[in-house]
């Protein structure tokens, strides 16, 4: 709704510019399609309404739970469900879309309390987290049946729990394998449904199955505390540029993914600093053939994504020339550091200072681009190691005056610079002139 409105405006001015026929312009609002419908008050409040009912009969049924005679309590739940279930598909199908979603949710939120009482029941302990998996591929059957966006997200949620139930279960070795196919499609009825949300609960479990999974890895093959971090960084960033590559292609749902990856990049990059106050902890051993193992194919995806984008002309040379430096600075970081206890004042200023040109060249990046995330992630990094760099270094007042003065001239300095740039670009040739 905003970029329809957003749109409508400026084809308003382009008419009074002369650049568009007014003729032209419900075709134009016309062929951007609906957007995806956003959920009313009443709709919202009939769906919490709907959740609170769930509660209630969670809480009533295990309170009462062994007062009530075992087939009364198959009997009760099973109405219940078949009741949310059939109201759901009733309402869908006289055009009350909220009730519908409610009731749905009702169901599947029942649904689940039925399987679990039901494996308290037998005291089928072992079978609980599988028991939510059941409920999770439940819900997300009734999500595709009904389009129901709620019930998606409660599905996604429950997928999630699942794969951290078994990756907090001491019987369980490994990484949790089985979570992909989870993933892979509550990602793809996320993309049918439009449901951010879910896409969003997605993204943010893959992330967090990823960071177990290189903490199982650590686990089998110890490695130093810098080393895991930087696996972590070009990892992450390896993944943020993939999904940049598919976001540019305009791939449903990878601009989420791309912009998590990017944050978790960030904050992980920031965060490699701060083993570096006091020396080098963790093991003393160097980087070893298992951190080369990992870091070596994340750093080879981000060189070929880099290349490959600045020459479709996403990026600038010096922009990826940037991420290029910033990609093998951290893959080395390890292996400097496996001689080098504490470390130098030197080597952390030039992390710091690069870091400083990452983020510098996110936000021209999300400038030149219209990525509101990449400037927000650039300003916000840029801001932290600002204070990152200060509380180490400043401690009087002249001084922090100073610290202040020589970062304004620098910001000052750099913006200049970029309006220079902008004011000598050439100026682009129209359509006429380039099918010419």
Known sequence: M??????????DRWIRAGWIDAAYRDSILGDI??????????????ILGAALLGLSALTFVGANWDAIPRLARFALLLACLWASLLGGAQAFRSGHAALG????????????????LTAQTFNMTSFRNTAVLIWAAAGGLTAWLTGSRPVLILATGLGALWAGLEAANPYVTGSIWGYWP?????ALMAIRLRSNVSMHLTTIAVALWIAHA???????HPMSDPAVQAIAILTFGA?????????????PGSGVV?????VITLVAAFLIQFPLDGGRPGSEAPASAAYLALALPALAVILALT?????RGRLTRWEGGILIAAGLAIAALPMILADLSPAPILLRMAIGALLYAAFTALILIGDRHGRGLLRVCGVSGFVLQTLYVYAETFEGLLDTALFFFVGGLILFGASFVIWQIRKHRPVQPDHEEVAS
């Open 2 to 11: 905003q970029y329809r409105q957003r749109l409508g405006r400026d084809i």
């Open 101 to 116: 979603h409610a009731l749905s949710l009702l169901g599947v939120v029942l649904f689940g309390a039925a399987i679990m």
């Open 33 to 46: 399609g609906p957007g995806p419908s956003r959920p009313s008050a009443l709709g919202v409040l009939t």
């Open 258 to 262: 791309a912009g998590w990856m990017t």
């Open 307 to 311: 290349g490959w984008r600045i020459m």
């Open 182 to 186: 989870v993933a892979a499609a509550g």
């Open 214 to 220: 290189l903490y199982v890895w650590e686990r089998a």
């Open 239 to 251: 993944l943020a540029l993939a999904a940049s590559v598919l976001r540019d292609r305009a791939i």
